[in-house]
């Protein structure tokens, strides 16, 4: 199973559902770490540019890799709008042959979950080796890592959202299935966006799956490939971890 499929699919939809669970919540967070950093930023599976254009817009140079091509061209959509000067460079490439040179970075953000979409030990290997070869030596790499999907209950077409978009003229309906594969460790979900105009409506369905790691799992991972745990942090403001934090948030440092 590869984790990337349906994203192309999601990401005509990708904004309006953050909008209203995720949100902006976090990117103050990644904001923050990234005026800590001396160097450019790197974001894996940057998607429509939810958290790269606010990190530019605060000052960052941001770079933003991704792997599929609808989601960077709604963030290219919105590049365009932002009127950033160029201080946020959008790629399509795979987080695990992160095409740039060694050291170029003083920080690799992997937001909401992005790691948990590679879901083989062999691909998230990959990923850790890539980013340890492209971040500079005492640079961060932070991971926000999705709290134990493997604990979520299983349910069969639930309608999870109801929205207008745009003007208001089409509304949308996320109608969802959770599937668990305990065993792997994933979770996945079979979603349909259905689009209702007036009298007309059109349906979408894709899959998208995640794999649940633990912080104790990632935190060994880490430091087999060379990175220094720096923090493990419970909520987006700093506070402290433990297993029943809705965020688990790690940052290791390059050795």
């Not at 062999?122 to 493997?150: P, Q, W, Y």
Request: hydrophobic share 40%; glycine share 10%.
């Amino acid at each position: 199973m590869d984790g990337w499929r349906g994203w192309d699919d999601y990401a005509r939809f990708y904004d309006w559902e953050n909008a209203q669970t995720m949100g902006r919540r976090d990117v103050r967070f990644w904001q923050r770490l990234a005026a800590k950093t001396a160097g450019p930023v790197l974001e894996l599976g940057c998607g429509t540019g939810r958290v790269a254009i606010p990190v530019a817009r605060a000052g960052a140079d941001v770079v933003g890799i991704d792997r599929s091509a609808s989601m960077l061209a709604r963030a290219r959509k919105r590049l365009r709008r932002s009127k950033l000067d160029g201080s946020l460079q959008l790629v399509r490439g795979d987080v695990r042959l992160l095409p740039f040179p060694r050291a170029s970075f003083g920080l690799v953000a992997a937001p909401y979950g992005i790691l948990q979409s590679l879901l083989d030990d062999a691909t998230l290997e990959a990923a850790l080796e890539a980013v340890h070869r492209v971040l500079r030596k005492g640079g961060t790499f932070g991971i926000d890592l999705v709290s134990d999907l493997t604990s979520w209950a299983e349910y069969d077409r639930r309608v999870k959202l109801r929205g207008p978009v745009g003007r208001g003229l089409t509304r949308i309906t996320l109608i969802e299935s959770v599937r668990q594969d305990r065993v792997r460790g994933l979770t996945s979900f079979d979603q349909e966006f259905v689009e209702r105009r007036g009298r007309v409506s059109r349906s979408h369905r894709f899959s998208l799956a995640f794999r649940t790691v633990s912080v104790e799992e990632m935190t060994r991972r880490l430091d087999r490939h060379g990175f220094r745990i720096s923090a493990v942090l419970g909520d987006y403001e700093g506070g402290p971890w433990d297993s029943r934090a809705d965020v688990w948030l790690i940052l290791a440092t390059r050795h």
